[in-house]
């Protein structure tokens, strides 16, 4: 939902955020926090996962794009067309269009696909990435049944001024420029941002879709990227203050064709996103208002498909007591879509609230309701219910339980219910019941830090949409039901040893998502894992940090991808591993940045994410970031 999210600004705005460096005094090792405490997306989120990803690190991963953040830093499985081709994101085994995206509050899923594209947001439009693992529904409502990713842009006062230049050069064409400057005092901040990526993508592969398997270079799959960022913050007193964001993109790419195929396809995605909230606070509330609109418009060689958000809510939230907190408010939404073969527009009302319980400082207790009117009827009431109990806790250990039961859906899209043929008026939302259990423990010995969080999830999402073969075109249809359960496995530990850091992560899932009701046509896919779900991934990293200096080693394994619904065919699992060292700068407080060279795909692995798609090899990267 999207001031749950937008809450965020507020809060930062008025609450300290958790340290997220490591630091290391001379008897103990602190680890860098990884889920957020204080702000709003956290606060009413009991008994789930929310991580934040290092703001140091996303700094470093400048002209990245966000499918190739999350890619890196984290355990998801991101199902990708090809190097800055279509990259959609799978959380816990659901699809594309089960996962919620936000940009400061402002949900940025595409209304008539009803999924987005992390290829096309880059991170020089985001300073923060919060993720939010888990059906959260009840809390942002449509979209978020698998889990959501929030973005944000992090503005502060009092930060003087900042300019700041970074490069990225690498293999295969690429070339990212950007500049951004920052300003800040006590009632006025802003920052103005401008980027530029390139690649010209001209890798060499193996086409196994041409007799003989020939080696080929690609020559049709050049992105280029330009856009801008403006935020901006208006302190009008103590208890009041403005802010508004801005961030216009373009993004134009010849699309990769399938191994043995020569289809010349191209595509631009254009997109303005602006978001302007306002907040009062006083000593038990915080009360906001927002208003926000996205415009996408996407153009497949000549034909033109326009969507338009608009965004209007308030929300108060309200601390009666030191064990009790609530948050209630309500969220308009207006949807256009203009597209090839239909033109629609429709309305949502949301009504939502949150409670929280703290009885006692070790037990936490989080409820929240929401109800959605779509176009005049009532879509599934989503309620969730979330407990952490911290059981056992010293100056060494710290033991807590989490669990949480929620009910979450999907709207059917644009295109599910409109597109001229095969679209279906009378599709049903798809409805999901998800339960989890979970146990976080942490260590904290002299210079030993670990960080361990386990946790098993149960889902059933009824209704799954699929467009399936009629006669003479393809239909939607609320045809399938799936059953998703599975493990996902964090780790973090840290040794201070001399001036040498070492830590280590490793992120892995087990994913179970099986068909149980089958096919129409196919009666073989009934109890077989969905496509391109892999069972099991794993993320591992090691740093080694020693001043300014950091060398780490990652690798990243992805388990086999069945590629048809019978399970009959499948892509082979396969490992990358990358390595790079990076040194951070600073010349008399004067001038200050980063530098690194990375090598990733080491053994020139040759690899699919996704069946005739091909991938890079070896690949090398040098990325230069001046602070003035």
Known sequence: MSLIACLVLIFAGWQSEPDSSIVSPKDTLVLSQVEVHAAALRKYAYGQFVRTLDKDRLAQLSGYSLGEVLQQETGLFLRQYG???????????????????????????????????????????????????????????????????????????NTGKELKFGTLLGSFGRWHQQVSYRQGNEK?????????????????????????????RQDHARVSQIGLVQNFAYSINAAQILKANLWVNSNERQIQPLLGSSTNDVQEDRSIRAVIDYSHSGEKFTWTTYTGISNDVMVFNSDRNETRLFLLGTALDYTFSQKWQTLAGIRFSHIKGQLVTYNRQEQRIELYQATNFRPSE?????????????????????????VEWTFFESTEWNWQLISNLSRSFKIPTLNDRFWVPGGNPNLKSEKSLSKEIGLTAKTHLSALSIENRLTYFHMNV????????????????NVRDVVNHGLEYFFKGGFAQGKNLWTIQVDYSLNSAVN??????????????????????????????????????????????????????????????????????????????????????????????????????????????VVL
Do not use: C
Not at 126 to 135: A, L, P, T
């Open 83 to 157: 190097p800055g081709m279509l990259t959609s994101l799978s959380m816990r085994g659901t699809s594309a269009g089960h996962n919620a995206l936000f940009w400061n509050g402002l949900p940025v899923n595409s209304p008539s696909l009803g999924q987005a594209d992390y290829s096309i947001f880059p991170s020089g439009g985001f300073d923060k990435v919060n993720i939010h693992y888990g059906s959260s529904g009840a809390l942002y409502g449509t979209d978020a049944i698998g889990g959501s990713v929030h973005l944000f842009s992090d503005l502060k006062f």
């Open 462 to 477: 009824d209704d799954w949409i699929l467009w399936l073969p009629q006669s003479t075109y393809w239909q939607a249809e």
């Open 516 to 625: 149980q009701s089958g096919d129409v046509g196919n009666s073989l896919s009934q109890g077989k894992q969905l496509p391109y779900v892999p069972k099991q991934k794993i993320r591992s990293q090691a740093n080694l940090q020693n001043g300014p200096y950091k060398l780490y080693i990652q690798n990243q394994w992805t388990g086999e991808r069945y590629v048809t619904t019978d399970n009959q065919t499948h892509l082979a699992a396969y490992s990358l591993w990358d390595i790079g060292l990076t040194y951070a700068y600073d010349w008399k407080g004067k001038l200050k940045g980063n530098l690194g060279f990375h090598t990733n795909n080491i053994f020139n692995v040759d690899y699919q994410v996704l069946r005739l798609r091909s991938m890079p090899g070896r690949n090398f990267q040098f990325n230069l970031n």
């Open 362 to 386: 070790n037990l936490g207790i989080s409820m929240q309701l929401r109800q959605l009117i779509h176009d005049g009827e009532a879509v599934p009431f989503t309620p969730s219910l979330g």
């Open 188 to 216: 006025l901040a802003f920052k103005t941002n401008l980027y530029r990526n390139y690649t010209a993508n001209n890798f060499t592969y193996k086409d196994y879709g041409s007799p003989g398997t020939p080696e080929k």
